[in-house]
């Protein structure tokens, strides 16, 4: 009997990566994906002086997991919670330490915010998000906040748009 012994190695296999992100369609840099945009923008943010921990980083971290919801993997219900948060967030109805007590009492009740094998996958059926991470990190420092406030709003308006 003879038999062929095929192997690869995995570390030196060129896999392509996509010119755009699968969820939100923003353009990726060869080589990147999109959660490394989503870790240039954490890098961004931290030189806009009072952005980390404020509202702003809140509109930046929820945009960005509204948009993934599948990488991010965050729950069915975790996500609804999230997008009420921002509308909440943006309506001004509600501040940053009233949604993180919100957010805290919400895991603690579900037990769990991120998908377990098994659990349902969330998709938006949003074709193409308005505003992404990639628009926001273009801008730099200046005008950091104005733009993820625009981005949260904008995220709201795609999913309505898209009947979700």
Excluded: N
């Amino acid at each position: 009997m003879r038999a062929a012994d095929w192997r690869m190695d995995l570390r030196r296999a060129e896999v392509p990566l996509p010119a755009s992100c699968p969820e939100c369609g923003a353009p990726v840099p060869d080589g990147a994906t999109c959660h490394d945009r989503f870790h240039a923008l954490l890098a961004l943010e931290a030189g806009v002086v009072g952005a980390p921990g404020s509202v702003a980083h809140f509109y930046a971290v929820a945009s960005y997991q509204l948009q993934h919801p599948r990488s991010m993997r965050l729950t069915v219900e975790a996500l609804a919670g999230l997008r009420s948060a921002v509308a909440d967030a943006l309506g001004q109805t509600v501040g940053i330490p009233a949604l993180r007590a919100r957010a805290r009492d919400g895991a603690k009740a579900a037990g769990r915010v991120t998908r377990r094998e098994g659990d349902p996958v969330p998709a938006w059926p949003v074709t193409r998000w308005s505003f992404t991470v990639a628009d926001v990190l273009a801008g730099g420092e200046d005008g950091y906040a104005t733009r993820v406030e625009r981005w949260a709003g904008s995220v709201l308006r795609d999913l309505e748009a898209a009947g979700s």
